[in-house]
Protein backbone atom coordinates (compact mmCIF):
# COMPACT_ATOMS: atom_id res chain seq x y z
CA UNK A 1 0.00 0.00 0.00
CA UNK A 2 0.98 3.42 -0.97
CA UNK A 3 1.56 6.16 1.79
CA UNK A 4 2.58 9.68 1.48
CA UNK A 5 2.57 13.29 2.06
CA UNK A 6 2.61 16.11 -0.03
CA UNK A 7 2.05 20.03 -0.97
CA UNK A 8 -1.55 20.08 -2.91
CA UNK A 9 -3.92 21.89 -4.35
CA UNK A 10 -7.54 21.60 -4.99
CA UNK A 11 -8.61 21.32 -8.43
CA UNK A 12 -12.24 20.40 -8.05
CA UNK A 13 -14.02 18.32 -5.47
CA UNK A 14 -17.45 16.27 -6.14
CA UNK A 15 -19.97 14.22 -4.10
CA UNK A 16 -18.98 10.62 -3.55
CA UNK A 17 -21.43 8.72 -1.75
CA UNK A 18 -23.50 10.00 1.48
CA UNK A 19 -21.00 11.81 3.11
CA UNK A 20 -18.03 11.48 1.15
CA UNK A 21 -16.00 13.96 -1.69
CA UNK A 22 -14.38 12.95 -4.59
CA UNK A 23 -10.70 14.97 -4.54
CA UNK A 24 -8.90 16.05 -7.72
CA UNK A 25 -5.51 17.76 -6.43
CA UNK A 26 -3.05 18.70 -8.11
CA UNK A 27 0.62 17.68 -6.27
CA UNK A 28 4.02 18.33 -6.99
CA UNK A 29 5.87 14.89 -7.11
CA UNK A 30 2.67 12.93 -8.02
CA UNK A 31 0.58 15.41 -10.54
CA UNK A 32 -2.29 14.66 -10.56
CA UNK A 33 -4.19 12.58 -8.19
CA UNK A 34 -7.52 11.62 -7.00
CA UNK A 35 -8.48 10.90 -3.59
CA UNK A 36 -11.57 9.49 -1.48
CA UNK A 37 -11.95 12.35 1.53
CA UNK A 38 -13.94 9.98 3.89
CA UNK A 39 -16.85 11.59 5.78
CA UNK A 40 -16.86 15.07 4.19
CA UNK A 41 -20.05 15.69 4.93
CA UNK A 42 -20.32 14.04 8.56
CA UNK A 43 -17.63 14.31 11.62
CA UNK A 44 -15.13 16.62 9.97
CA UNK A 45 -17.63 18.90 9.08
CA UNK A 46 -15.87 21.13 12.18
CA UNK A 47 -12.43 21.07 10.35
CA UNK A 48 -11.73 23.49 7.68
CA UNK A 49 -12.97 22.85 4.47
CA UNK A 50 -10.93 21.58 1.53
CA UNK A 51 -10.90 25.22 -1.06
CA UNK A 52 -9.13 25.99 -4.48
CA UNK A 53 -6.33 28.34 -3.95
CA UNK A 54 -5.22 27.31 -1.08
CA UNK A 55 -1.87 24.89 -0.93
CA UNK A 56 -2.58 21.85 1.37
CA UNK A 57 -1.01 19.13 3.01
CA UNK A 58 -2.45 16.12 2.65
CA UNK A 59 -1.59 12.63 3.33
CA UNK A 60 -3.32 9.73 1.16
CA UNK A 61 -2.85 5.73 0.87
CA UNK A 62 -3.87 3.74 -1.40
CA UNK A 63 -3.59 1.44 -4.69
CA UNK A 64 -4.30 2.18 -7.84
CA UNK A 65 -5.24 5.80 -8.94
CA UNK A 66 -8.09 6.37 -6.30
CA UNK A 67 -6.71 7.23 -3.30
CA UNK A 68 -7.82 7.45 0.21
CA UNK A 69 -6.84 11.11 1.70
CA UNK A 70 -5.82 10.76 5.38
CA UNK A 71 -5.51 14.44 6.22
CA UNK A 72 -5.14 17.67 5.41
CA UNK A 73 -4.02 21.22 6.78
CA UNK A 74 -3.30 24.30 5.51
CA UNK A 75 -0.18 26.12 4.74
CA UNK A 76 -0.14 28.50 2.06
CA UNK A 77 -3.30 31.20 1.78
CA UNK A 78 -3.81 33.30 -1.42
CA UNK A 79 -5.90 36.27 -1.54
CA UNK A 80 -9.35 36.21 -1.24
CA UNK A 81 -11.94 37.76 -2.32
CA UNK A 82 -11.43 36.97 -6.29
CA UNK A 83 -12.73 39.16 -8.36
CA UNK A 84 -14.74 37.91 -11.54
CA UNK A 85 -12.34 37.98 -13.81
CA UNK A 86 -9.66 36.21 -11.80
CA UNK A 87 -12.08 33.51 -10.74
CA UNK A 88 -13.27 32.58 -14.40
CA UNK A 89 -9.54 32.36 -15.70
CA UNK A 90 -8.51 30.05 -12.58
CA UNK A 91 -11.88 27.84 -13.19
CA UNK A 92 -9.77 27.22 -16.95
CA UNK A 93 -6.96 26.26 -15.61
CA UNK A 94 -8.24 24.15 -13.45
CA UNK A 95 -10.46 22.64 -16.40
CA UNK A 96 -7.39 22.45 -18.42
CA UNK A 97 -5.20 20.44 -15.55
CA UNK A 98 -8.36 18.13 -15.20
CA UNK A 99 -8.91 17.63 -18.75
CA UNK A 100 -5.06 16.71 -20.38
CA UNK A 101 -3.25 15.45 -17.13
CA UNK A 102 -3.78 11.74 -15.95
CA UNK A 103 -2.98 10.47 -12.48
CA UNK A 104 0.71 10.36 -11.45
CA UNK A 105 2.06 12.67 -14.62
CA UNK A 106 3.34 15.48 -14.85
CA UNK A 107 4.28 16.45 -11.35
CA UNK A 108 7.32 19.17 -10.91
CA UNK A 109 6.91 21.24 -14.00
CA UNK A 110 2.98 21.67 -13.95
CA UNK A 111 3.05 22.00 -10.43
CA UNK A 112 5.44 25.02 -11.04
CA UNK A 113 3.47 26.36 -13.63
CA UNK A 114 0.30 26.13 -11.78
CA UNK A 115 2.03 28.33 -8.83
CA UNK A 116 3.67 31.00 -11.26
CA UNK A 117 -0.29 31.42 -12.82
CA UNK A 118 -1.49 31.79 -9.10
CA UNK A 119 1.36 34.29 -8.70
CA UNK A 120 0.24 36.03 -11.66
CA UNK A 121 -3.69 36.09 -10.73
CA UNK A 122 -4.35 36.08 -7.47
CA UNK A 123 -2.59 39.38 -5.64
CA UNK A 124 -5.36 40.71 -5.22
CA UNK A 125 -5.13 43.63 -7.21
CA UNK A 126 -4.21 42.61 -10.86
CA UNK A 127 -5.94 44.54 -13.35
CA UNK A 128 -7.71 43.03 -16.08
CA UNK A 129 -4.86 43.55 -18.80
CA UNK A 130 -2.72 40.78 -17.25
CA UNK A 131 -5.07 38.30 -17.33
CA UNK A 132 -4.65 37.00 -20.52
CA UNK A 133 -0.57 37.11 -20.76
CA UNK A 134 -0.53 34.75 -17.27
CA UNK A 135 -2.89 32.74 -19.12
CA UNK A 136 -0.93 32.28 -22.57
CA UNK A 137 1.77 31.49 -20.49
CA UNK A 138 0.39 29.48 -18.24
CA UNK A 139 -0.59 27.48 -21.90
CA UNK A 140 3.07 27.45 -23.02
CA UNK A 141 4.26 25.85 -19.91
CA UNK A 142 1.47 23.50 -19.87
CA UNK A 143 1.84 22.11 -23.62
CA UNK A 144 6.04 21.76 -23.03
CA UNK A 145 5.21 19.43 -19.60
CA UNK A 146 3.43 17.30 -21.34
CA UNK A 147 5.50 16.94 -24.33
CA UNK A 148 3.77 19.35 -26.97
CA UNK A 149 6.05 22.56 -26.63
CA UNK A 150 6.20 25.04 -29.18
CA UNK A 151 9.25 25.51 -31.58
CA UNK A 152 9.51 28.87 -30.40
CA UNK A 153 13.65 29.14 -30.55
CA UNK A 154 14.14 29.25 -34.45
CA UNK A 155 12.65 30.53 -37.46
CA UNK A 156 12.08 27.09 -40.01
CA UNK A 157 12.73 28.58 -43.42
CA UNK A 158 16.10 30.19 -42.49
CA UNK A 159 16.74 28.62 -39.44
CA UNK A 160 17.79 31.98 -37.77
CA UNK A 161 17.32 32.74 -34.31
CA UNK A 162 13.98 34.17 -32.83
CA UNK A 163 15.36 37.57 -31.83
CA UNK A 164 13.31 39.06 -28.66
CA UNK A 165 13.21 42.36 -30.15
CA UNK A 166 11.57 42.00 -32.94
CA UNK A 167 8.31 41.03 -34.25
CA UNK A 168 6.74 37.49 -35.39
CA UNK A 169 4.19 35.59 -36.25
CA UNK A 170 3.07 32.25 -35.38
CA UNK A 171 2.10 29.53 -38.10
CA UNK A 172 0.75 26.34 -36.75
CA UNK A 173 2.26 24.30 -39.40
CA UNK A 174 6.00 25.86 -39.99
CA UNK A 175 6.42 28.12 -36.58
CA UNK A 176 7.13 31.44 -35.84
CA UNK A 177 7.97 33.75 -39.02
CA UNK A 178 9.63 37.16 -38.77
CA UNK A 179 7.59 40.20 -39.85
CA UNK A 180 8.11 43.91 -40.41
CA UNK A 181 6.25 46.33 -38.13
CA UNK A 182 5.60 49.61 -39.57
CA UNK A 183 4.98 52.52 -37.25
Not at 19 to 42: E, P
Not at 147 to 155: K, R, V
Request: hydrophobic content about 40%; charged content about 20%.
Amino acid sequence: MLRWEQVAYVLHIEPFKETSGLVHFLTKDYGYVRTVARGMKGRRAGRASLQPFIAWQIRAQGRGELLTLTDYQACRYWPQPLNYAVSVSCVYVHELLIRLLRGNESGVSVFQAYEEVLERLLPGDSADCTIPAALRVFEKQLLSALGYGLPLTHEPVSHAPVEHDQHYVFDPCQGPRRVSCKT
